[in-house]
T-cell receptor, first 113, second 109 residues
Framework: KAGVTQTPRYLIKTRGQQVTLSCSPISGHRSVSWYQQTPGQGLQFLFEYFSETQRNKGNFPGRFSGRQFSNSRSEMNVSTLELGDSALYLC????????????FGPGTRLTVT | QKEVEQDPGPLSVPEGAIVSLNCTYSNSAFQYFMWYRQYSRKGPELLMYTYSSGNKEDGRFTAQVDKSSKYISLFIRDSQPSDSATYLCAMGEGGKLIFGQGTELSVKP
């Protein structure tokens, strides 16, 4: 079974721009969650989508948004990028959801200059 | 005060040692408790998952949850150099999932 894939793997953007990251879950998994990982704040939960609906949301500003398509693929968008948005963005998929076994992708490394 | 506290280490032990990793938390509503392992430049992978209190064993790994003390532990027996990684605790309930800062473990041959 193919694992979770994320594209692109690396991205450099300028402050004020917006960015869209993509995540393809393991086949059959309907839950996709997104996380931000930084050295200072560690791993933080952004949101979870299950069958195209946002089911849970972490404590991030509205500049961070996401969506899930009918094939369970998910995208995350960050608008009006700030320097502090530089991070590793990870997505994880699960057959049951946030509080069950999740499989993480390799992440997208976003650098904001 | 953070909702989940985890000693960042680093922790260095000789091969074969028993390793104890711990997290404390403040939110008594947490019901789901997990331990993840993250190798450098990789995404985290789930090691252990526990619902509510109690112990769970899987091979060389044992997870313990003490809800009365708001304390969870992960024990690694007969540690191997391949166990060298960052270990993250995670816990949640009601739409929240909170991770500890991670403990960096190094097992020396």
């Amino acid at each position: 079974k193919a694992g979770v894939t994320q594209t692109p793997r690396y991205l450099i953007k300028t402050r004020g721009q917006q960015v869209t990251l993509s995540c393809s879950p393991i086949s059959g998994h309907r839950s996709v969650s997104w996380y931000q990982q930084t050295p200072g704040q560690g791993l933080q939960f952004l949101f979870e989508y299950f069958s195209e609906t946002q089911r849970n949301k972490g404590n991030f500003p509205g500049r961070f948004s996401g969506r899930q398509f009918s094939n369970s693929r998910s995208e995350m968008n960050v608008s009006t990028l700030e320097l502090g948005d530089s991070a590793l963005y990870l997505c994880a998929s699960s057959s049951l959801g946030l509080y069950h076994e999740q499989y993480f992708g390799p992440g997208t490394r976003l650098t904001v200059t | 005060q953070k909702e989940v506290e985890q000693d960042p280490g680093p922790l260095s032990v000789p091969e074969g040692a028993i390793v104890s990793l711990n997290c404390t938390y403040s939110n008594s509503a947490f019901q789901y408790f997990m331990w993840y392992r993250q190798y450098s430049r990789k995404g985290p992978e789930l090691l252990m998952y526990t619902y509510s209190s109690g112990n769970k064993e899987d091979g060389r790994f044992t997870a313990q949850v003490d809800k009365s003390s708001k304390y969870i532990s992960l024990f690694i027996r007969d540690s191997q150099p391949s166990d060298s990684a960052t270990y993250l605790c995670a816990m949640g309930e009601g739409g929240k999932l909170i991770f500890g800062q991670g403990t960096e473990l190094s097992v020396k041959p």
